[in-house]
């Protein structure tokens, strides 16, 4: 399956930005979708999971509250809604696929987009 991340960009603190995540083929309802960041600097970091159905999610304790992963089935996209941002969120956004609903095993995931910026300004 091919990824492509899109949806970043400059916000100001306590804004919302949302990241969308197109996926390519007829198969994509059979993968769990994750989103997983990078800050200059820092390792990849897992940000949120979902299984298959949508019906399980799966968030990293920094953005719990403030973000919420959806997907649709029908138009194979994945989306991340970003609200109160904060300039610790500024990193590049991945989006990525993986066979079962893996959550933060990073390894696990198989497919990659290639990331979208976001930047989050004080």
């Known amino acids: 399956v091919q990824l492509q991340a899109s949806g970043g960009g400059l916000v100001q603190a306590g804004g919302s930005l949302r990241l969308s995540c197109a996926a390519s083929g007829r198969t994509f309802s059979r993968y769990a979708m994750g989103w997983f960041r990078q800050a ?3 390792e990849r970091e897992f940000v949120a999971a ?3 159905s949508g019906i399980t999610t799966s968030y990293a304790d920094s953005v719990k509250g403030r973000f919420t992963i959806s997907r649709d089935n029908a138009k194979n996209t994945v989306y991340l809604q970003m609200n109160s941002l904060k300039p610790e969120d500024t990193a590049v956004y991945y989006c ?10 990073i390894d696990e995931y198989n497919w990659w987009g290639q990331g979208t910026q976001v930047t989050v300004s004080s």
């Open 40 to 42: 200059p600097g820092k």
């Open 96 to 105: 990525a696929a993986a066979r079962g609903f893996y959550e933060d095993l």
């Open 50 to 52: 979902i299984n298959w």
